[in-house]
């Protein structure tokens, strides 16, 4: 089964900056394409970024211009560095797999917490 663990998440002020990490294992990391979700007290799950294979990324309209998604295929991880920081980015972010472009199977991190608050 894949797995993919997160970390980085936390409690930052309005402005301040966090990185995000999520490292996969039980893919073949390289050809998958990786990203970023995020979910907030009732509201839907929506793209935060997307990374694939090639290392094209696509931002969510929100985030664009304050967040980067990066990967590093030699340690399995993605990365979200996330700069700029408002308190309506609070959310869980889970980390999201699509590990074949030729299945529609996609997997899911269990989630880490961001809180932007003064």
């Known amino acids: 089964q894949v797995q993919l663990v997160e970390s980085g998440g936390g409690l930052v002020q309005p402005g301040g900056s966090l990185r995000l990490s999520c490292a996969a294992s039980r893919i073949i990391f390289r050809v998958a394409t990786m990203g970023w979700y995020r979910q907030a007290p009732g509201k839907e799950r929506e793209l935060v970024a997307l990374i694939n294979s090639d290392s094209n990324t696509n931002d969510g309209d929100s985030v664009k211009g304050r967040f980067t998604i990066s990967r590093d295929n030699a340690k399995n991880t993605v990365f979200l560095q996330m700069n700029g920081l408002r308190p309506e980015d609070t959310a869980v972010y889970y980390c999201?797999?699509?590990?074949?472009?030729?299945?529609?199977?996609?997997?899911w991190g269990q989630g880490t917490q961001v809180t932007v608050s003064s």
């Open positions: 999201y797999s699509r590990p074949s472009r030729y299945s529609s199977a996609v997997f």
